[in-house]
């Protein structure tokens, strides 16, 4: 096999990985107001299902970014799809509320880091051709995993009717097919490193905290906006908002979703048509500026004004598609290849600090506003607040337009 036909099999297998593991992580968005009806969880509680998620990656997806560029992408993509599983077959357990918080925790181990090794394994792979493209498409993969866990209580409505656990043990089953793709990856990498195939960007050096210092200003200009991006897409879509769409705009379960899986099937198409634009015009700053202001548009939209739901659905989808297309494959821009897997495991740290917070704060203010069917003004202060974080990307990505703008010319 070429080198060029083992990129496109990497890709073609690590996105495999990551549809299960971001079905895994979006299955607690269509089943928020079932639990709160079957098993009495408070928004609080759900909000707390996917802040646990994060938690342990303060600390250990940075660990896990130094073991990729130690390890190889395809060791630590396996071993943590292999973690993702525990961490989803305990969840569907799911009781008391203690066994399902474990399982999203032990899930959340493995699943940032295997985020992780899969985007350095494409900048190796991919370095200094249609990475942008590579990216995006591997980006997709991931959406079509998000649009199938939305779109499942139309498709897999017979789990839903059975109760909230059959459709987390048919997510565990999506995270076992992942396992599967993983492990041919690894097995692929290992085969083309000794037939001399693979061009590895690899570190055996000691690699320490301090090393971050190094880094330049842009850097932290993009792993700022990611850190607020992110805070907003994450907890919003895939925590509340269809249950915010069943509660203010009286949507039925089966029409939330479908409203919801639209940012998922946006993302699924136009990201591989904005990451083919980045590699073409290679406008990073100008096109994250642009991807931030959509996102904070459309809460405005969803706050201020009586639009259908559907503008800002189309609004985050946008943005949804533009942002992650331009923002990852920036930092290969900014971090030599032996530092990729530090770089993007210290920025992923710190998106994962923003994500439980966002997701806890979110659910508090839902709480502390009484929101829910009878009182849909309650979800007002969650609305403002994802707006603000928005604006503050916005603010962020000029910042590194600008930085650009002065290092390029």
Request: include cysteine; proline fraction near 3%.
């Given at each position: ?8 099999a ?19 968005g ?54 993702c ?17 474990a ?9 940032e ?11 190796i792979?991919?370095?200094?051709r ?5 990216m ?17 209580p ?34 692929l ?8 195939v ?13 090393s ?7 850097y932290?200009?993009?792993l700022?906006?990611?850190v ?33 899986s ?12 904005f ?19 959509t ?24 943005a949804?598609?533009?942002?992650p ?9 900014l ?18 600090i ?28 969650m609305i403002?607040f ?24």
């Open positions: 096999m070429t080198r060029a036909g083992a990129a496109w990497v890709l073609a297998l690590t996105g495999l990985a990551l549809f299960g593991n971001y079905y895994v992580y979006d299955s607690i269509p089943l928020a107001e079932q639990l709160s009806r079957e098993l009495g969880f408070s928004d609080a509680q759900i909000g707390t299902l996917n802040a646990i998620y994060s938690a342990p990656n303060i600390v250990l997806v940075f660990v896990g970014g130094i073991l990729v560029d130690r390890y190889g992408p395809g060791f630590v993509t396996f071993w943590t799809a292999v973690i599983l525990a961490g989803a077959l305990l969840t569907a357990i799911g009781t008391p509320f203690a066994v399902m918080a399982g999203r925790l032990l899930f959340g181990i493995g699943a880091t295997m985020i992780v090794a899969t985007i350095v394994a494409l900048g792979w991919f370095a200094g249609q990475l942008a493209f590579a995006a498409l591997s980006i997709s993969c991931a959406r079509v995993g998000s649009y199938a866990v939305d779109v499942s139309l498709w897999a409505s017979n789990a839903y009717a059975s109760g909230w656990q059959a459709p987390l043990w048919l997510a565990a089953g999506v995270m076992a097919a992942g396992v599967v793709a993983a492990l041919a990856y690894w097995r990498e290992a085969t083309a490193a000794t037939r001399g693979q061009v590895l960007g690899l570190s055996r050096e000691r690699i320490e905290l301090r971050l210092a190094r880094f330049n200003r842009g932290w200009y993009v700022a906006l990611c607020l991006f992110y805070s907003v897409i994450f907890p919003f879509r895939s925590t509340f908002a269809i249950k915010y769409l069943q509660h203010t705009r009286a949507m039925t379960l089966e029409a939330a979703s479908l409203m919801n639209h940012v998922f099937l946006a993302a699924m198409f136009a990201t591989p048509l990451g083919w634009l980045n590699d073409r015009i290679g406008r990073h700053g100008l096109l994250l500026t642009c991807g931030a202001a996102l904070a548009a459309a809460f405005w939209v969803l706050g201020a004004t009586s639009l259908s739901p559907g503008v800002s659905t189309a609004l985050i989808g946008i949804f598609s533009l942002v297309a331009v923002l990852w494959p920036a930092v290969t821009l971090v030599a290849p032996q530092r990729l897997g530090t770089a993007y495991g210290f920025m992923t740290m710190v998106q994962n923003g994500l439980a917070l966002a997701n806890v704060a979110a659910g508090a203010l839902n709480d502390a506003s009484g929101a829910g069917a009878a009182n849909p003004a309650g979800y007002q202060p403002v994802f707006g603000v974080l928005s604006l503050l990307a916005v603010a962020c990505a000029a910042l590194f337009w600008r930085y650009r703008s002065n290092t390029t010319t």
